[in-house]
């Protein structure tokens, strides 16, 4: 079955606890992406990856990272989080920048 | 820099009513994709459409259809004879010549028996 897989689901952690949320896809797409989604702001990505070894920011990527070592994973990295980075995560990927994305099903954080 | 507003922040209908959900859009490019999802109370997103700039034709697919018009920079999207099941949060998504796919603040339905 074609799908984006998030690990994990939900996550509470501490302030300044570095976390890794995992994005893996099994469709071969080269275009991944990470979102967050905040009440009344929509999502907003965070970073995007066109291919390989190929990141770039987007409109909120502060306070994280990525890297794409792969074509099928896409791990979001918080080094040190805080509570404004509370929110819930969107990994996407689709064929080609210009195709509708395919989402994982997202990733509940809290930071206290 | 591009942007897309969703002005409507939460519409309540009765069932079997028609409603339409506004999407207006700001971009210099003229080449660009406007999408809609749909996200379901369950939290997932679902894709409902895709259109380019140059394809100005209308879409219908089933009760729903899509009214695009590039003179008003708006990508509204109709549902007719509502149901419960519609109710979710709806994304209107822009993506013009950079990489970046810019959401609107969602719409939210709830359709009432």
């Known amino acids: 079955e074609a799908q984006v897989t998030q690990n994990p689901r939900y996550l509470i952690t501490v302030t300044g606890k570095k976390l890794t949320v995992t994005c893996s896809q099994n469709m071969n797409h080269e275009y991944m992406s990470w979102y967050r989604q905040d009440p009344g702001l929509g999502l907003r990505q965070i970073y995007y990856?066109?291919?390989?070894?190929?990141?770039d920011k987007g409109d909120v990527p502060e306070g994280y990272k990525v890297s794409r070592k792969e074509k099928r994973n896409f791990p979001l990295i918080l080094e040190s989080p805080s509570p404004n980075q509370t929110s819930l995560y969107f990994c996407?990927?689709?064929?080609?920048?210009?195709?509708?994305?395919?989402f994982g099903q997202g990733t509940r954080l809290t930071v206290v | 820099a591009q942007k897309v507003t969703q002005a409507q922040t939460e519409i309540s209908v009765v069932e079997k009513e028609d409603v339409t959900l506004d999407c207006v859009y700001e971009t210099r490019d003229t080449t660009y994709y406007l999408f809609w999802y749909k996200q379901p109370p369950s939290g997932e997103l679902v894709f409902l459409i895709r259109r380019n700039s140059f394809d100005e034709q209308n879409e219908i697919s089933g009760r729903y259809s899509w009214n695009f018009q590039k003179s008003t920079s708006s990508f509204n999207f109709t549902i007719t004879a509502s149901q419960v099941v519609d109710s979710a949060v709806y994304f209107c998504?822009?993506?013009?010549?950079?990489?970046?796919?810019?959401f609107g603040g969602g719409t939210r339905l709830m359709v009432k028996p």
């Open positions: 998504a822009l993506r013009d010549a950079g990489n970046m796919l810019t």
């Open positions: 990856s066109m291919n390989v070894e190929v990141t």
């Open positions: 996407a990927s689709s064929p080609n920048r210009d195709t509708e994305a395919f």
